[in-house]
């Protein structure tokens, strides 16, 4: 074969692997280029969706301050629909997020909150719905502090209505012991300490003993503070109630103290806003009629001494309502024979005496039977709205 031939045939071969290696060479800036592309659009997106998230982070952060401020507000009663609570780009410490809300009333009276999130270009909001509704007096028994059964103490019910759901006592506290049954105490029914709590911990039995089981409530309940209607809480003071009268108005008194045997007759739909105390002597009675009612406002302490009496003689416990606001601090029970009574005093120490027997409901800051004191609780209540009391709850929620 000619050198020439040769040559020629191997300047075509090395020409021939040239091309080839250009066109793999060209694949693989293409692939190069595409992987480089896919990679930073994943970087790109998985960016986003951490930012997307924190975000969100950012909103619900904002949904539970927003939450909080409300539900605050309309317990201490200082919330004012002309100014509902709002804040802006609030900072999250140690993060790059921020959050909005505002609160708004809707047609229906409902309060709508909408919480923006945003952490640099993402963005999130939440939006719940709150709405004012009545309270009933679920438990038998409750407390925020600590709850107390002395020997021989009974907490039982009536006027069942035969759902079957059992007689709770039950305290918002979480700390050990916050609940003690002594010795023959007895309750026919749960025992439920507060939300997050333990009821190994929280619940102590010194030889007392319970019908149902122990637990945990699931939400805490809602114990909103009194609010004194405004029309008694402007008038002027009629001075005080010191001995026997019977009362057919609504008003506003310095204090009761009625002194032995002395007896305060009701007799028809009465509210009496009381600033002071409280104080039944030995022998004196409080009397409500057939077809009346009471509602005791009281600003002070509240104590019937041994051998007083309340005479509810209508036996409907939302006949006779003791209202402590939060600065009533103490009610003593020392009353002899029967009581129809719904008690609730949130920021009070309540202490039911052997000789004192309570249809109807109590809460309290705390509570304390002592020994071989009675308690019925009156299981309608259960279901009743009381019209006195209010509170905030969740009744929608969405995301978008």
Same mark, same amino acid.
């Given at each position: 074969m000619r050198p020439d031939r040769c040559c020629a045939r191997h300047l075509s071969n090395q020409g021939s692997v040239l091309v080839i290696l250009l066109a793999f060479s060209a694949v693989v800036a293409v692939l190069g280029a595409g992987m480089i592309t896919l990679g930073y659009q994943s970087r790109v997106r998985v960016t986003k969706t951490v930012q997307h998230m924190a975000a969100r982070v950012a909103a619900d952060a904002g949904l539970s301050k927003a939450i909080h401020t409300l539900t605050a507000q309309f317990y201490d009663g200082s919330l004012d629909p002309l100014t509902l609570p709002s804040e802006t780009d609030v900072a999250i410490p140690n993060s790059q997020e921020e959050f909005t809300y505002t609160i708004s009333l809707d047609g229906a009276a409902r309060y709508v909150i909408v919480s923006t999130g945003t952490c640099r270009s993402a963005q999130a909001s939440v939006e719940a719905v709150m709405a004012v509704a009545p309270v009933v007096h679920k438990h038998a028994l409750l407390t925020q502090g600590d709850l107390t059964l002395g020997s021989s103490a009974v907490v039982d019910s009536y006027n069942d209505d035969g759902s079957g759901t059992p007689l709770q006592i039950a305290t918002n506290s979480t700390s050990a012991n916050a609940i003690t049954l002594y010795r023959g105490a007895y309750v026919d029914g749960d025992v439920l300490v507060g939300s997050g709590g333990d009821p190994l911990e929280g619940i102590e039995s010194? =030889? +007392?003993s319970y019908a149902g089981t122990a637990g945990t409530q699931s939400v805490n309940a809602a114990i909103p503070s009194v609010v004194v209607p405004d029309y008694l809480a402007a008038a002027a003071s009629e001075g005080r109630i010191t001995s026997d009268v019977t009362m057919t108005d609504s008003g506003k008194y310095d204090r009761i103290n009625? =002194?032995?045997?002395?007896?305060?007759?009701?007799?028809? /739909?009465?509210?009496?806003?009381?600033? =002071?105390?409280?104080?039944?002597?030995? +022998? /004196?009675?409080?009397?409500?009629?057939?077809? /009346?009612?009471l509602v005791l406002y009281v600003d002070g302490d509240i104590e019937y001494k041994t051998g007083s009496q309340i005479d509810n003689l209508t036996g409907d416990p939302r006949r006779f309502k003791i209202m402590g606001t939060d600065s009533c601090g103490a009610v003593e029970l020392k009353n002899a024979g029967d009581m129809y009574a719904v008690i609730y005093a949130p920021q009070a120490d309540v202490t039911l005496y052997n000789s004192a027997t309570i249809w109807g409901s109590v809460t309290s800051k705390t509570a304390e039977l002592k020994g071989r004191a009675v308690f019925h609780y009156d299981a309608s209540l259960a279901s009743y709205e009381d019209p006195l009391l209010s509170q905030l709850k969740l009744t929608g929620w969405r995301e978008y």
């Open positions: 010194r =030889g +007392g009625l =002194g032995n045997s002395e007896t305060l007759v009701i007799d028809g /739909a009465v509210e009496l806003y009381v600033t =002071g105390d409280v104080t039944l002597g030995s +022998g /004196a009675r409080i009397e409500i009629r057939e077809g /009346a009612s």
